[in-house]
Nanobody
Framework: QVQLVESGGGLVQAGGSLRLSCAAS????????MGWFRQAPGKEREFVAT????????YYLDSVKGRFTISRDNAKSTVYLQMNNLKPEDTAVYYC???????????????????WGQGTQVTVSS
């Protein structure tokens, strides 16, 4: 079973930047879509960004387009989320997730992901 470990969260002022990393165990990382989701206090978990197995396709939540960039390094079995111009409404626990099946596609649907990390806290102060 794959294990996902997020890192890179923290406290930052509005307008600042953070880069989240998610390291995956297992030798089939490059076969699967990866995604980032987040959950703010009192809210349901929501999709943030996704990247296809090859890295050739990406898709974002509208409110983060132009500010966040998802990328992956298949040689290092790691997916990244570069977050720039952070806003207080970006405050949440951020989770990375691996798709449940192989293929070069993207998906914002939580039900298509079956492996999740433990989450990393991102707090943006105003």
């Amino acid at each position: 079973q794959v294990q996902l470990v997020e890192s890179g969260g923290g406290l930052v002022q509005a307008g600042g930047s953070l880069r989240l990393s998610c390291a995956a165990s297992g030798r089939t990382f490059s076969n699967y879509v990866m995604g980032w989701f987040r959950q703010a206090p009192g809210k349901e978990r929501e999709f943030v960004a996704t990247i296809s197995a090859s890295g050739g396709y990406t898709y974002y939540l509208d409110s983060v387009k132009g500010r966040f960039t998802i990328s992956r390094d298949n040689a290092k079995s790691t997916v990244y989320l570069q977050m720039n111009n952070l806003k207080p409404e970006d405050t949440a626990v951020y989770y990375c997730a691996r798709g449940s099946r192989g293929g070069d596609f993207v998906s914002r649907l939580e039900r298509l992901y079956d492996s999740w990390g433990q989450g990393t806290q991102v707090t943006v102060s105003s």
